[in-house]
């Protein structure tokens, strides 16, 4: 598994499509922190990293779909699955291994941004007035949604050899998962316990809970969930193939 792993990396920083994903992200991420207005942090008023969390997530939707779109999609188009079929490997050591290297990519993209949590540090009054607990708590939401939205992309990229449809679905996936359920509990359809368990269900109530600074086992189990559900989908699909 650790020399797929490895191959799956290798692959992804060997193509100008791997940096390009990391440098549009880190990009489109300062463009909201640092220059567009009612988003950038100089005009926030108050030492916080709260627009990089809120803004990230929606980036992610169309970063993480990106790397994850080729780790089926291109086995099955070049025939390469069927040989890597053979190696003494198991189906599910070939699925964590590129699910590894997907969530390894992710991290790659968000150490860049420590670099801001450093200069709001700096920055504020006086240095080092920041929430670090909510701060904290943010960062390891964001690793644990874009963890999620990789095992959503996993899935997706095993149902198709067409790279672009794999992308678009793990799109729309990550996004259903996301806000759908939130907003379903604010249209107050149905009774108030009902609808605390609807929003529940989507990543973005989890997400924000542990923005709070207050690590919940709850949520960590929803997210081990999650993530386990769909690689366990991504391995029927796999395994599907070979009847």
């Given amino acids: 598994m650790l020399t797929l792993l490895l191959k799956e990396l290798h692959t992804f920083f060997s193509s100008l499509i791997g940096y390009l994903a990391l440098t549009v992200f880190l990009l489109t991420l300062s463009l909201f922190l640092w220059v567009f207005p009612d988003t950038n942090l100089p005009d926030y008023g108050y030492a ?3 627009p990089l969390f809120f803004t990230a997530p929606w980036i992610f939707m169309f ?11 291109d086995e099955y188009k070049t025939g390469t699955m069927e040989l890597l079929a053979t190696r003494p490997i198991s189906d ?3 699925i964590l291994g590129k699910y590894v290297a997907s969530v390894v990519l992710i991290l790659f993209a968000l150490l860049p941004t ?10 504020g009054l006086p240095p080092g007035n920041i929430d670090h607990g909510a701060t904290w708590g943010s960062y390891i939401g964001l690793l644990l949604l874009g963890a999620s939205f990789a095992a959503i992309g996993i899935f997706a990229s095993s149902l198709t050899a067409n790279q ?10 990550c996004f259903f998962f996301y806000q759908t ?3 379903l ?5 149905f009774y108030a316990k009902i609808d605390d368990i609807v929003e529940q269900i989507g990543i973005n109530a989890h997400y924000e809970s542990m923005g709070r600074g207050v690590i919940d086992t709850r949520d960590l189990l929803y ?5 386990s559900l769909f690689l366990l989908l991504t391995r029927l699909v796999v395994e599907s193939r070979k009847w």
């Fill in 164 to 173: 672009i449809v794999a992308f678009l679905l793990a799109v729309f996936l």
């Fill in 181 to 183: 359920f939130d907003y």
């Fill in 185 to 189: 509990s604010k249209l107050n359809l």
């Fill in 63 to 73: 970063l993480v779909p990106a790397i994850t779109m080729r780790s089926f999609s």
């Fill in 114 to 123: 420590f670099i801001y949590y450093f200069t709001i540090y700096q920055l």
């Fill in 223 to 227: 997210f081990v969930s999650f993530i």
């Fill in 92 to 94: 599910m050591q070939i």
């Fill in 48 to 50: 916080t990293l709260e």
